[in-house]
Protein backbone atom coordinates (compact mmCIF):
# COMPACT_ATOMS: atom_id res chain seq x y z
CA UNK A 1 0.00 0.00 0.00
CA UNK A 2 1.40 3.56 -0.94
CA UNK A 3 0.34 6.00 1.42
CA UNK A 4 -0.19 8.36 -1.63
CA UNK A 5 -3.80 6.14 -1.92
CA UNK A 6 -4.67 7.93 1.06
CA UNK A 7 -6.09 11.22 1.60
CA UNK A 8 -3.56 13.03 3.89
CA UNK A 9 -3.13 16.22 4.90
CA UNK A 10 -0.23 17.44 7.01
CA UNK A 11 -0.60 18.78 10.76
CA UNK A 12 -3.85 16.79 10.58
CA UNK A 13 -3.37 13.62 12.37
CA UNK A 14 -6.74 12.61 13.47
CA UNK A 15 -8.09 13.63 10.59
CA UNK A 16 -6.24 11.51 8.28
CA UNK A 17 -6.37 8.39 10.20
CA UNK A 18 -10.67 9.23 9.92
CA UNK A 19 -10.42 8.99 6.35
CA UNK A 20 -8.00 6.03 6.59
CA UNK A 21 -10.83 4.72 8.93
CA UNK A 22 -13.58 4.84 6.64
CA UNK A 23 -11.26 4.39 3.31
CA UNK A 24 -12.89 0.62 1.77
CA UNK A 25 -9.65 -1.24 1.54
CA UNK A 26 -9.51 -0.46 5.10
CA UNK A 27 -12.68 -0.11 7.23
CA UNK A 28 -13.11 -4.10 7.02
CA UNK A 29 -10.24 -4.70 8.71
CA UNK A 30 -10.65 -5.02 12.99
CA UNK A 31 -9.05 -1.52 13.51
CA UNK A 32 -8.13 0.12 16.49
CA UNK A 33 -7.73 3.76 16.39
CA UNK A 34 -4.32 4.97 18.61
CA UNK A 35 -4.36 7.94 20.22
CA UNK A 36 -0.51 8.87 21.82
CA UNK A 37 0.36 11.30 24.11
CA UNK A 38 1.42 11.84 27.45
CA UNK A 39 0.31 13.74 29.97
CA UNK A 40 3.15 16.44 29.81
CA UNK A 41 1.66 16.60 25.99
CA UNK A 42 5.09 16.40 24.96
CA UNK A 43 6.14 12.71 23.63
CA UNK A 44 8.60 12.09 21.52
CA UNK A 45 8.79 10.31 18.21
CA UNK A 46 12.02 8.54 15.96
CA UNK A 47 11.51 8.49 12.10
CA UNK A 48 8.65 11.24 11.52
CA UNK A 49 8.29 14.07 9.85
CA UNK A 50 7.33 16.91 9.54
CA UNK A 51 10.98 18.76 10.41
CA UNK A 52 13.92 17.56 8.19
CA UNK A 53 16.87 15.55 10.29
CA UNK A 54 15.33 16.52 13.59
CA UNK A 55 15.20 13.11 15.94
CA UNK A 56 13.01 13.03 17.79
CA UNK A 57 10.36 15.21 17.18
CA UNK A 58 7.61 16.08 19.95
CA UNK A 59 3.84 16.45 19.52
CA UNK A 60 1.82 17.33 22.04
CA UNK A 61 -0.48 14.17 20.56
CA UNK A 62 -0.55 11.77 17.55
CA UNK A 63 -3.15 9.45 15.98
CA UNK A 64 -2.36 6.39 14.52
CA UNK A 65 -4.70 3.54 13.09
CA UNK A 66 -3.67 -0.25 14.52
CA UNK A 67 -4.88 -2.72 12.09
CA UNK A 68 -4.92 -6.58 12.56
CA UNK A 69 -4.09 -7.90 8.88
CA UNK A 70 -3.24 -12.17 8.32
CA UNK A 71 -2.96 -12.06 12.14
CA UNK A 72 -0.73 -9.59 12.65
CA UNK A 73 -0.65 -5.93 13.99
CA UNK A 74 0.33 -3.09 11.72
CA UNK A 75 0.49 0.75 12.14
CA UNK A 76 -0.60 3.24 9.97
CA UNK A 77 1.06 6.45 10.27
CA UNK A 78 1.15 8.96 7.66
CA UNK A 79 3.58 11.06 9.64
CA UNK A 80 6.42 7.95 10.41
CA UNK A 81 9.21 7.81 7.53
CA UNK A 82 9.06 4.08 8.67
CA UNK A 83 7.22 1.59 5.70
CA UNK A 84 3.60 2.33 5.03
CA UNK A 85 1.73 -0.01 6.92
CA UNK A 86 4.71 -1.17 9.61
CA UNK A 87 4.57 -3.94 11.88
CA UNK A 88 3.42 -3.08 15.49
CA UNK A 89 6.93 -4.40 16.69
CA UNK A 90 8.89 -2.64 14.54
CA UNK A 91 7.64 0.70 14.85
CA UNK A 92 7.03 0.44 18.69
CA UNK A 93 10.87 -0.44 18.91
CA UNK A 94 12.05 1.55 16.05
CA UNK A 95 9.48 4.86 17.09
CA UNK A 96 9.54 4.77 20.75
CA UNK A 97 13.16 2.67 21.37
CA UNK A 98 15.77 4.69 20.79
CA UNK A 99 16.36 5.87 24.40
CA UNK A 100 15.30 5.78 28.01
CA UNK A 101 12.31 7.87 28.31
CA UNK A 102 11.53 9.97 31.48
CA UNK A 103 8.01 9.29 32.87
CA UNK A 104 7.10 12.42 31.49
CA UNK A 105 8.06 11.62 28.22
CA UNK A 106 7.59 7.91 27.68
CA UNK A 107 4.34 7.50 25.57
CA UNK A 108 1.08 6.62 26.66
CA UNK A 109 -1.88 5.36 24.51
CA UNK A 110 -5.96 5.24 24.34
CA UNK A 111 -7.05 2.64 22.21
CA UNK A 112 -10.49 3.00 20.41
CA UNK A 113 -12.66 0.81 17.88
CA UNK A 114 -12.19 2.18 14.45
CA UNK A 115 -15.88 1.96 13.63
CA UNK A 116 -16.16 4.11 17.09
CA UNK A 117 -14.03 6.79 16.02
CA UNK A 118 -15.60 7.10 12.64
CA UNK A 119 -18.58 7.31 13.43
CA UNK A 120 -18.17 9.96 16.59
CA UNK A 121 -15.00 11.90 15.72
CA UNK A 122 -16.11 15.56 15.51
CA UNK A 123 -13.48 18.32 14.62
CA UNK A 124 -14.41 21.98 13.88
CA UNK A 125 -10.87 22.60 13.64
CA UNK A 126 -10.48 25.26 16.11
CA UNK A 127 -7.45 24.12 17.78
CA UNK A 128 -5.69 24.80 14.27
CA UNK A 129 -6.11 28.32 14.85
CA UNK A 130 -4.27 31.15 16.36
CA UNK A 131 -6.55 33.48 18.87
CA UNK A 132 -7.40 35.98 16.28
CA UNK A 133 -8.86 32.78 14.46
CA UNK A 134 -5.94 32.63 11.60
CA UNK A 135 -4.91 29.52 10.41
CA UNK A 136 -1.50 28.13 12.59
CA UNK A 137 -1.55 25.33 9.27
CA UNK A 138 -3.33 25.05 6.37
CA UNK A 139 -6.76 23.25 6.85
CA UNK A 140 -7.58 19.31 4.79
CA UNK A 141 -9.40 20.21 1.43
CA UNK A 142 -11.49 18.10 2.41
CA UNK A 143 -14.87 19.42 4.72
CA UNK A 144 -14.70 19.53 8.48
CA UNK A 145 -16.03 16.45 9.90
CA UNK A 146 -18.97 16.38 11.77
CA UNK A 147 -21.93 14.21 12.73
CA UNK A 148 -25.47 14.88 13.44
CA UNK A 149 -26.11 13.26 16.99
CA UNK A 150 -25.20 14.44 20.51
CA UNK A 151 -22.48 11.65 20.63
CA UNK A 152 -19.48 13.27 19.72
CA UNK A 153 -15.37 12.38 20.64
CA UNK A 154 -13.88 15.94 20.40
CA UNK A 155 -9.92 17.28 19.97
CA UNK A 156 -10.34 17.84 23.57
CA UNK A 157 -11.05 14.25 25.14
CA UNK A 158 -8.60 12.93 22.34
CA UNK A 159 -5.96 15.09 24.08
CA UNK A 160 -6.59 14.34 27.64
CA UNK A 161 -3.83 11.77 29.11
CA UNK A 162 -5.26 13.11 32.69
CA UNK A 163 -7.03 10.39 35.26
CA UNK A 164 -10.17 12.57 34.09
CA UNK A 165 -10.70 10.84 30.54
CA UNK A 166 -13.05 8.65 29.59
CA UNK A 167 -10.64 6.80 27.99
CA UNK A 168 -8.50 3.97 29.21
CA UNK A 169 -4.78 5.07 29.09
CA UNK A 170 -2.12 2.19 29.25
CA UNK A 171 1.41 2.80 28.68
CA UNK A 172 3.72 1.19 26.10
CA UNK A 173 4.30 -2.23 28.07
CA UNK A 174 0.60 -3.27 28.20
CA UNK A 175 -0.11 -1.87 24.63
CA UNK A 176 2.81 -4.37 23.78
CA UNK A 177 0.97 -7.40 26.02
CA UNK A 178 -2.23 -6.88 24.17
CA UNK A 179 -0.60 -6.40 20.79
CA UNK A 180 2.21 -8.44 20.16
Known amino acids: MEKSTYKYAKNYCEENVWQLCVHPDIESQENVVLIISNTSRNCPFWFHNPVENENPVCWDYHVVLLARKQEKWWIYDFDSTLEFPCSLDSYLSQTFGKERLSPETAPL ?21 DAIGNWIFSPPSWPEIEHGHDKRLE ?26
Not at 110 to 127: E, I, Q, T, V, Y
Not at 158 to 180: A, H, P, T, V
Open 109 to 129: FKGLPAKDFASNFFSDRAHMK
Open 155 to 180: IAEIMDFSDSSQYEIIQLDELKGRYL
